[in-house]
């Protein structure tokens, strides 16, 4: 009986706490709402949603990330180690992506637009709390950019790998575990 019920909560906390990009990207779950289901997941040990859950507690007001976590200061630590990492990574993908981006000879001015763009986004919070949803916007903004298709189609592929590579190390970023495949529940 309590095996079923766990089972349910497990099978609906998957689909609202995806663990890959790809069904991160496609989830229709708000994700404002998700951090208030913090407890039950500590709760039930539902340890490979963690860093899902701590990601989207990135962009929660810093009393609320107290609530959450005030019965666990460890991970209320990793959580801040975390967040601080992760405030790092638009920076990375301005100056290891985009700026070595630049070819010589090709789109020389406007790649100059996009970088200091970058830059400028650099400074918003959306960039440093949520860089996957930051970057996802900065991509689906790069038709307005006035450098060839064949610069728009590396910054598109750049910019999908540096997701990925973030989204490959939440659990890293947040100590949970080494990799998404050490999180795998025991089926
Ligand atoms: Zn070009």
């Known amino acids: 009986m309590f095996d079923d019920i766990r089972q349910q909560c497990v099978t609906m906390f998957d689909s609202m706490f995806p663990t890959t990009l790809h069904s991160w990207d496609a989830s229709s ?21 963690l860093p899902t859950a701590l ?17 666990r200061p460890d991970l209320l630590a990793q959580f801040m180690d975390g967040k601080l990492t992760l405030g790092l990574y ?6 290891q992506g985009l700026e070595d981006a630049c070819s010589p ?14 830059h400028m986004k650099g400074m918003e919070s959306n960039a440093l709390q949520d860089p996957l949803d930051a970057l996802r916007a900065f991509k689906n903004n790069f038709d307005n950019f006035g450098i ?8 598109r ?13 939440l659990p890293q970023i947040f100590q949970i575990a080494e990799d998404w495949e050490k999180l795998k529940p025991a089926k």
């Open 29 to 49: 779950f708000k994700h404002d709402k998700m951090a208030q289901f913090m407890p039950i997941i500590l709760e039930v040990n539902l340890t490979h949603l």
């Open 105 to 118: 000879d090709c789109c020389v001015a406007d790649w100059e637009a996009v970088i200091s763009t970058a």
């Open 157 to 169: 592929t750049w910019i999908s790998n540096f997701r990925k590579e973030i989204w490959t190390q």
């Open 148 to 155: 060839c298709v064949e610069c728009k189609n590396f910054g």
């Open 90 to 95: 638009w920076a990375r993908f301005v100056s």
């Open 55 to 71: 990601y989207r507690l990135c962009s929660v007001k810093g009393s609320d990330t107290v609530k959450y976590l005030k019965r």
